[in-house]
């Protein structure tokens, strides 16, 4: 197939303003870090260094959430719920009003798509915000009891792929519950956590409610053992969830885990097949496929695989994969070096195990982390890019026969994050979203999110839900 | 032989564990005897190993399917069949419950009552509690967006050690309540009346494998279910030794096994929710509206 010739389309780097080097954010100020070493964050496209930022070591750690337990005590714990919603109204207020600005700096940061930064991500993360707020007064309404009570500070740790999305997943609801928080950004995407610390000034939030601690893996480990974090909440690996899980045995500390998933994406013989191909390719390359919730196992009826597959196909033929800030951009960069090279290790072993690899005509830029959108076929359950969690734009395709035999291989995973169900029949959707053991379904859809929506796993994908009522109850005592 | 002045000579009851509907002896042959408090001896009790212990989770898995798919209000009528049938042997687990726990037989009573009544409350909870903590959820945009509560899936219970019958049925209740399947350690040194609660649950249509109940020492037994990995959610109430619970709930991170911390609990307060929600997982379902 010829492909539509496209003049770039670039959204301009102008609007926003990055500074050469970055300190913590602790007790409403920008500080040097007194014990860890400065890193530097760089475009995933195109590998120059954005800034520098520094690395929290365990002092700074302690420091923080010093502040956020002054903070606590003194300020937002005795705060009127009320007050509380209006600080968190005007921060959804300032992000809405630099929504272009933070678009653009978490494209460049992170390496996803603008139009992605700017129609997901950016929005999602005001509307968390304004959610939330309306429900910093009427917290005895929200299921945990009549005087529900904050946990006091909250340590979190969130991951690269939504940076300032799944920092407002965790901020927005603790804050609202009353609680005061230190995060830490992932190490390669720290950039709108530290404009959201600059927000959080706009905003006039009192000095320790909000801090912010970059640093990598050591940094987040300082935060979650720090005896005086009440609250924990992670969104990651399985890997590093387990190792948290296991460091707070015996406290009472408080943990809700957001983990991987390998979400089996189903598609039955009368599904709406425009629908499908289109919901087959959000589900697995929206975002690269750096989504814990992806659909990266395609199940396909026997009866309509080759329609499926041939039109999956000539579809991905047609994505952009190139510059995160050209506006046809459907595919960006790989976040980082180590994720590539963990792609491309898995779809080594892909081919290795005997599936077959098969990826559309594309040319990848020579600067910068990239990898094709790929599907492999004639997968078994056995194969490890059947298992594991990839977290790149690779989709593996399984088949099966009967609803029966759908449900037994989409639950046969130590994971239960997310699944996709395609069919035109009502009563099968329901049956099948009955069967799956997994926290959300969508039927007919795939990667919806929305702050009313509790998010969250089964088994392995962690504990905990995000998002609506069920997310809040996550930051109360009870 | 009669006894002397003539009377019957009663027949006792042999202890044995309760696993998917059965009553086997521990595959180990072990058994430990059981006195009363002031240490007179009462029974042997069946004491159950590791083998022991993942029978019963395999019996718990595979009654699974079935129990959660069961419709609440068929649960709610098996969970009020149970309080129907302990009514029927109140004197029999007063007279257990005064002896394991050395409590006076009025004092006894009352907690058999409250044990009865517990089953109760839970019973009506089963057809509710989906309504409580589910939800329709407004999204922004032309979507139908619900959530649901289900089971966990198996949960282990390291049963309260001193309350043998209320602090039991506290514990084992709001699991299966909302669809659970349950594998319980009973109180070490207060077994019996787990055992003849068991016997119970075998005639009130509770399918076997959804009770498993095992006799024995929590100490041993409960680092096996911790770390096994078809264990969805484990209830540490039972241990009362810090250090012991910390490497319990670490064991149990192996597969993010839900896990309810030991607790002070007075079984005699109002329940609250707490417990039930505890093993449940939230399943938000989503679909576009359109013509």
Not at chain 1, 105 to 126: F, M, Q, T, W, Y
Not at chain 1, 271 to 292: K, S
Request: one cysteine or more.
């Amino acid at each position: 197939m010829s492909r539509f010739e496209y003049a770039p389309a670039l959204e301009s780097r102008a609007i926003v303003d990055i500074k050469s080097s970055y300190g913590l954010f602790i007790n409403g100020a920008f500080t040097e870090a007194t014990d860890g070493k400065p890193f530097k964050t760089i475009s995933p496209a195109s590998e120059e260094v954005l800034a520098e930022v520094s690395e929290a070591g365990p002092a700074d750690v302690d420091k923080a959430v010093r502040a956020a337990r002054r903070a606590f005590d003194k300020v937002w714990g005795p705060m009127a719920g009320r007050d509380r919603a209006k600080y968190l109204y005007r921060i959804a207020r300032l992000i809405q009003e630099r929504a272009r600005e933070l678009a653009v700096l978490e494209s460049l940061d992170n390496g996803k798509p603008i139009r992605e930064s700017r129609d997901v991500d950016i929005p999602l993360v005001a509307a968390h915000f304004f959610y939330y707020a309306g429900w910093a007064d009427k917290l005895e309404y929200a299921g945990a009891g009549d005087d529900p009570q904050p946990w006091g500070v909250a340590g979190q740790v969130i991951p690269w792929n939504f940076p300032l999305l799944m920092l407002a997943w965790k901020i927005a609801p603790a804050l609202a519950a009353g609680n005061t928080v230190v995060l830490k950004p992932a190490e390669t995407t720290p950039l709108t956590a530290l404009a959201f610390a600059e927000i959080c000034q706009q905003a006039d939030l009192p000095p320790g409610v909000v801090n912010i601690v970059t640093g990598a893996g050591r940094t987040g480990q300082a935060l979650v053992e720090h005896p005086d974090v009440n609250k924990v909440a992670f969104t990651g690996s399985t890997a590093v969830g387990r190792a948290i899980a296991k460091s707070v045995a015996g406290t009472d500390k408080a943990v809700t885990l957001e983990l991987g998933g390998k979400a089996a994406n189903i598609v039955f013989e009368d599904a709406p097949i425009d629908q499908t191909i289109e919901g087959i390719v959000n589900g697995i390359f929206f975002n690269q496929g750096h989504v814990c919730c992806a659909g990266s196992r395609l199940l396909v009826q026997e009866s309509v695989y080759d329609e499926v597959l041939g039109r999956l196909k000539r579809r991905m033929e047609s994505l952009r994969v190139g510059d995160p800030l050209d506006k046809n951009t459907d595919i960006g960069a790989i976040n980082s070096a180590a994720q590539l090279a963990k792609i491309r290790e898995l779809s080594q072993v892909g081919e290795d195990e005997g599936s077959e690899r098969w990826s559309p005509e594309c040319e990848l830029p020579a600067q910068g982390f990239w990898f094709p959108p790929t599907v492999f076929t004639g997968v078994s359950q056995a194969h490890r890019i059947a298992r594991e969690e990839i977290f790149g734009p690779v989709l593996s395709v399984l088949t099966f026969r009967t609803p029966a035999e759908a449900v037994e291989k989409a639950n046969n995973t130590p994971f239960g994050l997310s699944a996709g169900i395609w069919t035109e029949k009502g009563s099968r959707i329901l049956w099948m979203a009955n069967q799956l053991r997994a926290g959300v379904v969508w039927a007919n859809t795939f990667n919806r999110f929305d702050p009313t929506s509790p998010f969250g796993g089964y088994k392995e994908s962690g504990y905990g839900r995000e998002g609506g009522r069920h997310g809040l109850e996550a930051y109360l005592a009870h | 032989m009669p006894t002397k002045d003539g009377a019957r000579l009663e027949v006792r009851k042999t202890y044995k564990l309760y696993i998917g509907g059965a009553f086997p002896r521990s595959e180990s042959g072990r058994a430990y005897a059981v006195n009363n408090t002031k240490g007179k001896f009462l029974a042997n009790a069946s004491q159950a190993s590791r083998k022991d212990a993942r029978d019963a989770v395999v019996a718990a898995r595979k009654a699974f399917g079935g129990w959660s798919g069961k419709t609440a209000y068929n649960r709610g009528q098996i969970l009020y069949r149970i309080a129907e049938v302990m009514e029927g042997r109140h004197e029999q687990f007063s007279a257990e419950v005064a002896a394991s726990e050395g409590l006076s037989i009025s004092k006894a009573r009352a907690a058999v009552d409250a044990s009865i009544d517990r089953w109760v409350w839970y019973a009506g909870w089963a057809d509710k509690l989906a309504q409580i903590v589910g939800s329709s959820n407004p999204v922004a945009g032309p979507y139908f967006d619900f959530s649901l509560p289900e089971a966990t899936g198996i949960v282990a219970v390291l049963a309260p050690q001193e309350s043998s019958l209320l602090g039991l049925t506290s514990v084992i209740a709001p699991a299966i309540v909302s669809g659970n399947t349950v594998v319980a350690v009973s109180s070490f040194e207060r077994p019996l009346p787990a055992i003849t609660l068991g016997e119970v649950m075998a005639t009130s249509d509770l399918p076997g494998g959804v009770v498993n109940l095992l006799t024995g020492s929590a100490s041993e037994i409960g680092p096996w279910l911790a770390s096994h990995m078809d264990v969805n959610a484990i209830d540490l109430c039972g241990i009362s030794d810090p250090d012991e619970a910390r490497d319990l709930e670490a064991a149990s991170a192996e597969n993010l096994k839900r896990v309810r911390r030991p607790a002070v609990e007075d079984w005699s307060e109002s329940p609250g929710l707490s417990r039930m929600t505890q093993y449940l997982e939230l399943k938000t379902v989503w679909h576009p509206i359109g013509v």
